[in-house]
C-alpha cells in the first residue's frame, strides 16, 4: 500500500520495542464486542493509481462541465476564468500541505498571505477590517447576523425577500437554537423600497444583498441611514465579488458587515464547494468579530512578522462564551482568491469587472429581441432575471440542456411552491461568455418559447 | 476611611461608606500575564452578587470580572481601554476597573481581609 | 561559527528572502491577467459605478509568482517534515486526489446545472455516503458540514430537534468531559445548550460513576471524544452509552480521532448517535494552511430524519439532489449553501478507494503502532501523563522539565531548530504543560527514530541546566518569537499607505 511506509520487518520491530505481543495487544482497551467480528463488506479492497483514476474519471464522464457549451448560471456561483498560476502556487507543498498557523516562526508563508487577503478584502468591500475567511458566504451571513446580536445586545434578525435563499435558510438554521429570532420576507425581485417600513429598535440587523439574488443592484444608503437611526446595523451580502470592481462598495453605502461569496475567484466552480466567506466589518466591533485574524508585530531581532491575534474570541480559549465554534476556515481557497487578486491587480479587477457588466449589457440587449421573454431587472452587473409568461422556466432550461446549453437558472429550484415565481429564469453573463454563446441562447429561446 | 476586601476570583474592593471600587489583585495579573484587553461595565449597569461584570483578556486567557457585591455601576475605567497594560503595572491603583454603590454591605461579610487573602494566596502557592 | 551567523546586508539569507507585502510592490497600472478590453456601451449600473481608485497594487505574472513562491517558502508543511500535531491527523496528502478533484467533469460543475448533466457528481456525494456508513455503521450521514466543528453543530442541532419532535425540548444540559475540545462547549452553547462538565479520573478516562451522578432528566445529550484527547480508547464507552440513552439522551462523538479506529471499529456498535467526520484528517485531503475541511456528519436511526438539506438519493432512474423537504423527512435544516465541499467529497472518496477496507484497516493499526513506538522510545525520559497502550496520539506532561527553568512552550521551539514542528501543546488541559503527539500512519519508522532521536537529546540538554538553548529559541526560523501581545494590545489587521502618501491623495 502505497500511502504507508511501515513494513512487516519494520512491525515486528515496533512491538517488540512496544513489548506489545501484536497489533491486536495495541487495541485491547477496546470492548471486544466491538472489535471482533466486524466487517466491512460494503467498501472494496485497496486499489493502484490507475484504477482509481480509470474508476473516478469514468464518474467525471457522466457529468458535462459547465464550460462544455453556453453556459449562463450564476445564483450565487459564477464561473470566471482562473488564472493557470493560481492552481500552480496554492499546489506548493508548502501552502497545501501545511496546517492552521499555530507556530508563527515557520508559519510567515500563510501568515503574511492571510494579512495581504485580509487587507485586499477590505478594500474592495470598503470597510476597515476583514477576518481571515469564513466557510462561505452562507455561513458568513450567519455568523454576521449572530455578530450583530452580540454588538446590538438585541435579539432580532430581518432577512430581505433579496437575499440568497441559501443565505437566509443558512442564517435561520444557523440561529434556530438559539434566543435570536430571525424573520425571512418573502423573496422579492423588487428591490428595497419597502425595507424601511420594516425598521425598528428591536432589531439587530437588517440583512440584504447587493446586486440582490434577482440581480439588482440598489443604492444602500438610505436604507443604512434608516438602519444606524434605528440602532440597526446593516449587513450587505455580495455573492458575486467581482461587482465590487465596478460598483460603489456597501462601505461606501454605510454597511456594517460585509459578507461576500469568494470562491469565483481562484478556484473552480467544483459544484459549489468549497467556498469562502470574506467577512468584513467596521474596526470598532472586531472584537465581536468571528473567525481567525491575521495580525502584524514584530519578532524578538525587531523584524516585521505576522501572528493570529485577539484569539480569546476563540473557541479553543472561550469555549461556551466564543463568538463562534469556527476553527478551521478555508485557508487554501482564500489564498486562490488572494492570488487571483494580486493577478488582477487594481487595472485587471477594475477591467474585469466593467468586461462582466457589459458582457451583461450585451446579453440583455439580445434577449429583450426574444418574443415572449421580459427582463425585470432594470440595473444589474451581470445577472438578471427574466420572465417567460406562460412558460414553466424549469421546463425550458431542461429544453435547452438537451441542446447542450446551459440557460440559466430557474426560480422554481429555491421556491417550488410559489407559482407566481415559476416563469422566472436568472441568466448571468461574465468574462468567459462569448457573442456566439449569446446567439445561441437567444436562437434557442426563440425557437422554444415559439 | 477605605477597607480593603477580597474575594476567592482574586478580585478587590475597597469600600468607603457605601460605594466601592473593584479591580483585580497582583496574584491575578500575575496569573494572567500580559493583558491585552479589558471591557468595563458601563455606569448606571446594576449588578447582582456574582453578576459578569467585566471582561479580561490577555494574549491566550480571557475571563470574566464576577461583581463582588450587589449594587449599581458608577463609574467604569475608561481608561483601560486604551491602555490595557495598566491592570499589569498598577492592580491595586490605576488599573480599577470600575466602582459602584453597594446595596447591601452586609454581603461584604463573605469577602477576606488583607491577612486572609494573603494567607489564601500563600496556600495556592 | 556563531549562533545565528554573520548577519547579511540585505536581511536575506542564502534561500530564505525577505519579502515585502504586495502592497508595497508594483505599480497601480501593471497586471498579471490580460483581458480583453470592454466593449464600449451605455451601462445599466444605475449611477453605482465606483468613483475613485480601490487601492489594490499591480504586479505582473513573474512578480506575482516569485512573491508566492517566497512566501510559500517560509512554512513548515508535511511535505517537508515531520508534523505530530496531536488530534490534528497530519498525514500525507496524496497528489492523485488532487489530480482528480480538478478533472473537469467534476471541477467545472456549476451546482445549479439540470440534474440529469450532474449524475457523475451526485453519484460520488452517493458512493462516499455509502462508504462512511459502512466503515460507520450509521444509518444515514449529512454530507453538508464544511468543517469538523461544523459537524458538531449539525449532530447536536440534529439532537436538538430530535428533543423537540419527541416533546423533550425542555432537557437542555449538555455533559462535556473536562478534558474536550473547546469546540464542543462552543457548539453546544451555539444550540442553545448549557454545559455541565465532567471529571476524568487517573486513568485518563471519564469517571463512569462520576457520568452517572451527572446524566438526569435534565440532560438533552453528552458529547464525547473517543479515543480521548489524551489519546486513550474510554474502555467505558459500552456502559457510557447505555447509561446516556436509558437516561433519555443521546450521544455525540467527536470524530476528530477517528483515525485510530477506522476500518476496525463500527462506532453505530459503541451506541453512537451522531458523529462528525473529518474528511481533511481521516480522509487524508489537505489542511490547506487552515482550511477547507469538510465534517460530514453520521446519525443514527434516531436522529436520521432530521439531517440538514440537501440529501442524495439513488433511484431507478439515477441519482437526485433533494432540496426541499420530500416525504417523512424533517430536517433541521440547510447548513451552509450550495452542496457541500464537493471538491473535498472527490478527494476523499479517491483517498477511500485507493486504500479500501484492508488499506484503512492497516492505516489505523499503523497509526496506533506508531503512537506506541514513541511512548515506548520517549516514555523512558518524558513524562507519560497515563499508562498505555495509547491509540493513535501519545500524550506527556511537563513533569521531566521541572526545575530546568524550560518550558512546554520553550521545548517546542527548540524543537522547531532542529527541523521538527512541535506537537500541540497545553492541550488536552488536564495535565499541566501538555505535549499530544500523533504520528499518523504515513511516518516510516526512521522518520520516528530521527525525531525520538532529536527530542530525547533535547530533554538531556534541558536537564543539563542550558536553559538559554531553549528560551531563546528558535534562532534558525525566518523569524525568531513573535510579540503576541503587541499584536494583541495595538491591533494592525490591515496594511494601511504609510502617511505621506496618504497626505498625496
Not at chain 1, 83 to 108: K, N
Not at chain 1, 399 to 422: K, M, N, Q
Request: hydrophobic share 40%.
Amino acid at each position: 500500500m502505497r500511502y504507508l511506509p511501515l513494513t512487516d520487518d519494520d512491525r515486528r520491530a515496533m512491538l517488540a520495542r512496544i513489548g506489545a505481543a501484536s497489533m491486536d495487544d495495541l487495541f485491547r482497551d477496546v470492548p471486544a464486542e466491538a472489535l471482533t467480528g466486524v466487517r466491512f463488506d460494503d467498501l472494496p479492497d485497496h486499489a493502484t493509481e490507475m484504477a482509481v483514476e480509470r474508476d473516478l474519471a469514468a464518474l467525471a464522464a457522466r457529468n458535462s462541465p459547465a464550460g462544455a457549451g453556453p453556459c449562463f448560471l450564476g445564483a450565487g456561483a459564477y464561473r470566471h476564468h482562473v488564472p493557470a498560476t493560481v492552481d500552480h502556487l496554492i499546489q506548493r507543498g508548502e501552502f497545501l500541505t501545511a496546517y492552521t498557523p499555530y507556530q508563527p516562526e515557520v508559519s510567515q508563508g500563510t501568515l503574511q498571505t492571510l494579512y495581504e487577503f485580509q487587507t485586499q478584502v477590505a478594500l474592495i468591500t470598503g470597510m476597515e477590517v476583514a477576518n481571515a475567511s469564513m466557510y462561505d458566504a452562507a455561513t458568513g451571513v450567519a455568523e454576521a447576523a449572530a455578530m450583530a446580536s452580540r454588538v446590538t445586545r438585541r435579539k432580532r434578525v430581518l432577512v430581505a425577500g433579496g437575499v440568497h435563499p441559501h443565505y437566509a435558510d443558512t442564517t435561520a438554521s444557523f440561529l434556530r437554537y438559539t434566543d435570536i429570532d430571525v424573520e425571512v420576507l418573502d423573496p422579492d425581485p423588487m428591490g428595497i423600497a419597502d425595507l424601511i417600513g420594516r425598521l425598528n429598535e428591536g432589531l439587530a440587523c437588517l440583512v440584504v444583498q447587493n446586486p440582490d439574488f434577482f440581480g439588482r443592484l440598489s443604492d444602500l444608503s438610505a436604507l443604512a441611514q434608516a438602519c444606524h437611526a434605528e440602532g440597526v446595523l446593516l449587513v450587505v451580502a455580495v455573492a458575486e465579488p467581482v461587482s465590487l470592481g465596478l460598483v460603489t462598495p456597501p462601505g461606501a453605502m454605510g454597511a456594517d458587515i460585509v459578507v461576500a461569496e469568494g470562491h469565483a475567484l481562484g478556484s473552480p466552480l467544483n459544484f459549489g464547494g468549497p467556498g469562502v466567506g470574506l467577512f468584513a466589518s467596521r474596526k470598532k466591533f472586531v472584537r465581536h468579530m468571528p473567525g481567525r485574524l491575521a495580525g502584524e508585530t514584530v519578532d524578538e531581532d525587531g523584524r516585521r512578522g505576522w501572528v493570529l491575534t485577539l484569539s480569546t474570541r476563540e473557541q479553543h480559549i472561550r469555549r461556551e462564551k466564543a463568538t463562534s465554534n469556527i476553527c478551521t476556515n478555508s485557508g487554501l481557497v482564500a489564498l486562490a482568491w488572494t492570488i487571483h487578486m494580486t493577478l488582477l491587480g487594481e487595472a485587471g479587477f477594475t477591467r474585469l469587472a466593467r468586461l462582466n457588466h457589459m458582457k451583461a449589457v450585451e446579453l440583455v440587449g439580445l434577449l429583450e429581441t426574444v418574443p415572449g421573454l421580459t427582463v425585470v431587472t432594470p440595473t444589474f452587473f451581470n445577472e438578471v432575471l427574466v420572465r417567460l409568461p406562460g412558460q414553466d422556466a424549469a421546463g425550458i432550461v431542461d429544453a435547452l440542456a438537451e441542446r447542450g446549453i446551459l440557460a440559466g437558472v430557474p426560480l422554481s429550484r429555491f421556491w417550488p411552491t410559489y407559482p407566481e415565481l415559476a416563469d422566472g429564469l436568472l441568466v448571468c453573463a461574465t468574462e468567459t461568455t462569448e457573442r456566439d454563446d449569446m446567439e445561441a441562447l437567444a436562437r434557442a429561446l426563440t425557437e422554444v418559447l415559439a | 476611611m477605605t477597607t480593603l476586601y477580597y474575594t476567592e476570583d482574586h478580585e478587590w474592593l475597597a469600600v468607603n461608606g457605601e460605594t466601592a471600587t473593584v479591580g483585580i489583585t497582583d496574584y491575578a495579573q500575575k496569573q494572567l500575564g500580559d493583558i491585552v484587553f479589558v471591557e468595563v461595565p458601563e455606569e448606571g449597569k446594576t449588578l447582582a452578587k456574582g453578576d459578569e461584570a467585566a471582561v479580561i483578556e490577555s494574549v491566550k486567557a480571557a475571563s470574566e470580572v464576577y461583581a463582588p457585591a450587589s449594587g449599581t455601576v458608577t463609574e467604569g475605567n475608561e481608561a483601560l481601554a486604551d491602555a490595557p497594560g495598566t491592570v499589569n503595572d498598577d492592580p491595586m491603583g490605576d488599573g480599577w476597573f470600575f466602582k459602584m454603590t453597594l446595596e447591601d454591605t452586609g454581603e461584604l461579610d463573605d469577602l477576606m481581609d488583607q491577612e486572609a487573602y494573603d494567607a489564601f494566596v500563600a496556600g495556592l502557592e | 561559527m556563531t549562533d545565528r551567523g554573520t548577519p547579511t546586508l540585505t536581511g536575506n539569507r542564502g534561500l530564505r528572502i525577505e519579502e515585502p507585502l504586495i502592497f508595497e510592490q508594483g505599480h497601480p497600472g501593471k497586471t498579471g491577467v490580460d483581458l480583453p478590453e470592454p466593449p464600449d456601451m451605455p451601462d445599466r449600473l444605475g449611477g453605482l459605478a465606483r468613483t475613485g481608485p480601490i487601492g489594490l497594487p499591480g504586479l505582473s505574472e513573474p512578480e506575482v509568482v516569485r512573491h508566492y513562491t517566497r512566501l510559500s517558502q517560509k512554512n513548515y508543511a508535511i511535505d517537508a517534515g515531520f508534523y505530530p500535531l496531536g488530534s490534528c491527523t497530519m498525514k500525507h496528502n496524496p497528489r492523485l486526489n488532487e489530480r482528480m478533484a480538478r478533472l473537469p467533469g467534476f471541477a467545472d460543475l456549476h451546482p445549479f446545472q439540470p440534474e440529469s448533466t450532474v449524475q457523475g457528481a451526485l453519484a460520488v456525494m452517493h458512493r462516499l455516503s455509502d462508504w462512511l456508513l459502512g466503515l460507520t455503521g450509521m444509518q444515514a450521514v449529512a454530507l453538508s458540514p464544511a468543517a469538523g466543528a461544523h459537524g458538531e453543530l449539525c449532530g447536536m442541532q440534529a439532537i436538538r430537534a430530535a428533543l423537540d419532535a419527541r416533546g423533550a425540548g425542555e432537557r437542555r444540559i449538555v455533559l462535556v468531559p473536562d478534558s474536550a475540545h473547546g469546540t464542543n462547549p462552543a457548539t453546544a452553547a451555539l444550540c442553545g445548550f448549557k454545559v455541565r462538565g465532567v471529571p476524568g479520573d487517573a486513568r485518563g478516562r471519564v469517571d463512569l460513576d462520576a457520568f452517572r451522578e451527572a446524566l438526569d432528566d435534565g440532560v438533552a445529550g453528552v458529547m464525547l471524544t473517543n479515543p480521548n484527547t489524551c489519546g486513550l480508547f474510554e474502555n467505558d464507552i459500552m456502559d457510557l452509552a447505555t447509561a446516556v440513552h436509558e437516561a433519555g439522551a443521546y450521544f455525540y462523538l467527536d470524530g476528530a480521532n477517528f483515525n485510530a479506529i477506522v476500518g476496525r471499529v463500527k462506532i453505530a456498535d459503541l451506541g453512537v448517535d451522531a458523529m462528525h467526520i473529518n474528511l481533511h484528517k481521516t480522509f487524508s485531503t489537505p489542511h490547506g494552511g487552515g482550511g477547507p475541511g469538510a465534517g460530514p456528519t453520521v446519525l443514527s436511526a434516531a436522529l436520521a430524519p432530521f439531517a440538514p438539506l440537501p440529501h442524495v438519493v439513488a433511484d431507478g432512474a439515477g441519482y437526485r439532489l433533494i432540496e426541499h423537504v420530500e416525504g417523512e423527512m424533517q430536517p433541521f435544516g440547510r447548513m451552509k449553501g450550495f452542496h457541500g465541499q464537493f471538491g473535498v467529497f472527490v478527494r476523499a472518496l479517491s483517498y477511500v478507494m485507493s486504500m479500501g477496507a484492508d488499506g484503512l484497516r492497516q492505516a489505523s493499526g499503523d497509526a496506533v503502532l506508531n503512537a506506541n513506538y514513541l511512548l515506548a522510545r520517549l516514555g523512558e525520559t518524558l513524562t507519560p501523563s497515563f499508562a498505555g497502550p495509547c491509540m493513535h496520539e501519545a500524550l506527556f506532561d511537563d513533569r521531566f522539565l521541572k526545575g530546568s527553568g524550560v518550558s512546554t512552550l520553550d521545548f517546542a521551539k527548540a524543537m522547531i531548530d532542529e527541523g521538527f514542528h512541535p506537537m500541540t501543546m497545553y492541550f488536552p488541559l488536564v495535565v499541566h504543560g501538555a505535549m499530544l503527539m500523533e504520528p499518523t500512519e504515513t511516518e516510516s519508522r526512521d522518520s520516528l527514530d530521527a525525531f525520538c532521536d532529536a527530542v530525547l537529546a533535547l530533554a538531556d540538554r534541558a536537564r543539563s541546566g542550558d536553559a538559554a538553548f531553549f528560551t531563546e529559541a528558535p534562532r534558525h526560523t525566518p523569524r525568531r518569537r513573535l510579540d503576541e501581545t503587541r499584536a494583541a494590545r495595538q491591533p494592525v489587521l490591515r496594511w494601511e499607505p504609510p502617511e505621506p502618501a496618504k497626505a498625496a491623495e
